[in-house]
């Protein structure tokens, strides 16, 4: 089966920082993606490590870690809009195999 | 600017009923999905469509079927509504290789009485 952890809850305060951490096992992998939703909003699409280091996007970095099969999404100082919940999702293979996503991680930014 | 519509955010829908959750995009894109995602359980796929006429299906299709008749149109049908199905559904969709990056309607939340 296709499996992602990733933590259901992580509270944070404004100006900090905060990691949200991704595990995978799957079969085949070829890439990470995060997603961001806020409350009844659509997930909309971060970042995408297709290959192991860090990619940064303003106050957003993702990393991955493709021998230790481990990702996380990094969020520098934290706004309270930043509220949301996060998915991590694997892509398998470079053709038409679909995302596998994550359950999610509830981000709660406290003033 | 990219777009995904679907055609309702609230849907109430009586046990036995067929329901018809529509979904468009303006992108050209090759690939379409639906999703369901329900509190704790993340976004599970129920179908998803690379082609005009093709359908795969994904995790969780029982009690679903799909229609993609047009390049921009992917439908989803319950054919006989029932309970466990309420939850909100989201349509998705991505170029032919950007499958790492696709993007959302706005949701439809249906409740099946």
């Known amino acids: 089966g296709q499996s992602l952890e990733q933590p259901s809850e992580v509270t944070a305060v404004e100006g900090a920082i905060v990691q949200i951490n991704c595990t995978y096992q799957?079969?085949?992998?070829?890439?990470l993606s995060w997603y961001q939703q806020h409350d009844g909003g659509a997930p909309t699409f971060l970042s995408y490590?297709?290959?192991?280091g860090l990619e940064e996007t303003g106050r957003f970095s993702s990393f991955l870690s493709r021998s230790d099969s481990y990702g996380y999404l990094l969020l520098q100082e934290l706004q309270m809009k930043d509220s949301a919940s996060y998915f991590c999702?694997?892509?398998?293979?470079?053709?038409?195999?679909?995302?596998?996503f994550g359950k999610g991680t509830r981000l709660s930014v406290i003033a | 600017d990219v777009k995904v519509t679907q055609s309702s955010r609230y849907l109430v829908k009586r046990t036995g009923e067929k329901v018809f959750l529509e979904c468009v995009q303006d992108m050209d894109h090759e690939n379409m999905f639906w999703y369901r995602q329900d509190p704790g359980l993340g976004l599970r796929l129920i179908y998803f469509?690379?082609?005009?006429?093709?359908?795969e299906k994904g995790d969780i299709p029982e009690g679903y079927s799909v229609s993609r008749e047009k390049k921009e149109r992917f439908s989803l049908i319950l054919e006989s509504a029932s309970t466990n199905q309420t939850s909100m559904y989201l349509c998705a969709s991505t170029t032919a290789g950007g499958y790492y990056e696709q993007y959302f309607g706005p949701g439809t939340r249906l409740t099946v009485t």
């Open positions: 799957t079969s085949g992998f070829y890439g």
């Open positions: 999702a694997v892509k398998r293979d470079s053709g038409n195999t679909p995302l596998v």
């Open positions: 490590n297709g290959l192991d």
């Open positions: 469509s690379y082609d005009v006429k093709m359908k």
